[in-house]
RNA sequence: UGGGGCGUGGCCAAGUGGUUAAGGCACCGGGUUUUGAUCCCGGCAUCGGAGGUUCGAAUCCUCCCGCCCCAGCCA
């Protein structure tokens, strides 16, 4: 056991000081979603910063969503994100929690922000209040509202609220400065006019408030000690806490940023996963080939290779976008030690083994993992004829052992497993296609070395012809190819990958995995790791990731 | 041209004035192997640039360069 000390990342160092200097007795922390896509690996190292926060010091965190704009959000969002955190394997505190069940509490603070004459009802529309804002380099102006009597204010407030007003005609702000030279802090907007019902709180209300306002709020009442979020939220930190130092808060939660996962050859914004959707590039927010929780689920890949893989990322500042390959390392990682064994012909040849007695059938009992006695063992029939992949076989003699380490005619190769074998000759149908292969099998080589003379090229994977099941294999490559997306100035969806799907139907595969569960996974020697899909109705195995291949 | 943040090998990343500058991924060699997998050995940077402080700097100071975020009644 080497415990590689895990470096303790600038977040941990500021609770490690309000532990000692005992401003918190006990963490708190949060993970925010709003509930208008389906979540992705980018939240997934979201999710395992916080509750792993929480956990490595004996708090909780929260499973909170961040519904203030009905506009974007629904129910199926909800469901989906509760799902995909469960799976991921994390709990979450006590109930789950929602901002709207703040609501009523949000809008007294405002009524309470509005009498101390810290925000006020504006009547500028949206294209005036950005002439007002002013720009990255001008102050912006006030608003000629900005010193209406708090009195007409409360009073609008309660008319928006009801209904009364149109929307995009008024809202409240808060009062800061106009000449702020951070932008979020020239008045922004605390609640906007939406008469639109909201999946929680139904036709309740007709204003809803804004991130900015209900945010810190909302960790204030659940509690939340740290609340950690990503990088381009660090601008919105000063208002956070103008909040917070204006509002009669039953805590004092803090913010903390560090930098989102961005991965290369994938896009991880919930409005392009959306797109995709929506446009049809992909069949859904689960489609294997999206970087979606639900999508790596179903493509094989396991909760906890992405917890892995989430935990070797750094909490730091430093906005880098990782290589696919670094988490692909993860998947296989734990792929290989975890999954069964099993054998797969994706690409079928017939072999006839004409020495082998016609109807004699054998069983051989193989391992289920190479090194896990815990995964028992299975057993692969055997009779006279086989298949093997045609990849596994060449018409060239004059490949080297060494260059190609499979079945040509005249030579031997292992099958895993079982016998080795020697192809002696090619059978083609009138189009002139290879259509089987005759061979025979060299007794006595069943779990023992090769006789005298007798050297087999390589090991080879097989099905008995005769007692195999019939499957589809579908085999992935990258959803984009190119490495950055959403770069240049082009549409990302210029690069979309046409061939990222290919379906093998006609595979066989060995007997014992034709009842496979869903979200099982094996491993098909010399292929890949494939799970039977959760889909789809026949036998249907997607390929989550194929081995390494260090051969050239 | 405003404000905030960041720059350590191809990628991620430790490092908080004195270490031969951790580790992982990728890559390149070699060994083991009934999976061209796994596993095992070995190789692979002087820290964005330039000055300065210091006996000593990736770590401190100055200037410069580059990248990211902020001008939604999105989050």
Redesign the pocket.
């Known amino acids: 056991m080497t415990d590689?000390e895990k470096?303790?990342?600038?977040i941990q160092?500021v609770i490690n000081a309000d532990l000692e200097a005992g401003y918190v007795s006990k963490v708190v922390t949060r993970f925010?979603p709003?509930p208008?896509g389906y979540l992705h690996i980018g939240h997934a190292k979201s999710i395992c910063v916080n509750f792993g926060l929480a956990a490595d010091n004996g708090g909780s965190c929260n499973l909170r969503f961040?519904d203030?704009?009905p506009?974007?959000e629904d129910e199926e969002y909800v469901n989906a994100i509760i799902e995909d955190v469960r799976w991921l394997g994390f709990q979450w505190q006590a109930d789950i929690c929602y901002a709207s069940n703040y609501f009523d509490q949000l809008y007294s603070w405002a009524q309470l922000l509005v009498s101390e004459q810290k925000a006020y009802v504006c009547e500028?529309?949206?294209e005036q209040?950005?002439e007002y804002?002013?720009?990255?380099?001008e102050a912006g102006r006030n608003s000629p509202y900005r010193d209406r009597p708090a009195s007409e204010s409360l009073d609008l407030l309660e008319q928006m609220k009801v209904g009364a007003v149109d929307?995009?005609?008024?809202?409240l702000r808060a009062k800061i400065d106009m000449t702020s030279?951070?932008?979020?802090m020239r008045d922004?907007?605390m609640y906007?006019?939406?008469k639109m019902a909201h999946q929680r709180t139904g036709d309740t209300w007709n204003i809803?408030?804004?991130?900015?306002f209900?945010?810190g709020q909302e960790d204030a009442i659940e509690g939340v000690t740290h609340s950690v979020c990503t990088?381009?939220?660090?601008?919105?930190r000063p208002l956070y806490e103008w909040f917070v130092a204006n509002l009669p808060l039953p805590s004092q939660p803090r913010q903390y940023e560090f930098?989102r996962l961005n991965l290369n050859y994938t896009v991880t914004s919930k409005r392009k996963l959306k797109q995709l959707v929506d446009e049809k590039h992909v069949e859904g927010w689960d489609d294997p080939r999206m970087p979606t929780i639900s999508g790596l689920r179903r493509r094989g890949v396991t909760a906890s290779s992405i917890r892995e893989f989430c935990d070797?990322?750094?909490?730091?500042?430093?906005?880098?976008?990782?290589?696919m390959?670094?988490f692909?390392?993860f998947i296989?990682?734990d792929l290989?030690n975890n999954a069964r064994?099993a054998m797969c012909v994706i690409n079928p040849l017939l072999v006839t083994l004409a020495n082998y007695e016609p109807d004699k059938v054998e069983a051989f009992v193989v391992p289920g993992?190479?090194n896990r006695d815990d995964l028992g063992e299975r057993t692969l029939p055997f009779g006279r004829q086989i298949y093997i992949d045609r990849n596994d076989f060449s018409e060239d003699t004059t490949l080297s052992r060494?260059?190609?380490?499979?079945l040509v005619i005249g030579d031997y190769v292992?099958?895993?497993?079982?016998y080795i074998i020697r192809a002696d000759e090619v059978i083609r149908d009138a189009a002139g296609e290879i259509v089987e292969i005759v061979g025979a099998i060299v007794p006595d080589?069943?779990?023992?070395?090769a006789p005298e003379g007798v050297k087999a090229r390589?090991?080879?994977?097989w099905v008995s012809a005769a007692d195999s099941a019939d499957c589809t294999v579908n085999l992935y490559d990258r959803l984009f190819n190119k490495a950055a997306p959403d770069a240049g100035e082009e549409s990302f969806l210029e690069h979309i990958n046409p061939q990222s799907l290919s379906i093998i139907s006609g595979c066989k595969v060995e007997a014992g995995l034709a009842h496979a569960a869903a979200e099982d996974h094996y491993?098909f020697?010399?292929e890949g790791y494939f799970t039977r899909d959760s889909k789809s109705k026949g036998l249907v195995f997607n390929c989550t990731i194929g081995?390494?291949?260090?051969?050239?």
Do not use: C
């Open positions: 590689t470096p303790i990342n600038f160092q925010p709003e208008n961040d203030t704009n506009e974007k500028l529309n949206a209040m950005r804002r002013g720009t990255l380099i929307e995009g005609s008024m809202t030279p951070n932008i979020n922004p907007v906007r006019i939406k809803y408030p804004s991130y900015d209900a945010h990088l381009e939220f660090a601008a919105n930098g070797s990322l750094a909490v730091a500042k430093t906005d880098g976008v990782v290589d390959a670094q692909e390392h296989r990682n290989n064994r993992h190479p060494k260059k190609f380490k499979r292992r099958l895993r497993s079982a080589t069943v779990g023992q070395d390589g090991v080879v994977h491993q020697e010399r081995l390494r291949d260090n051969w050239k």
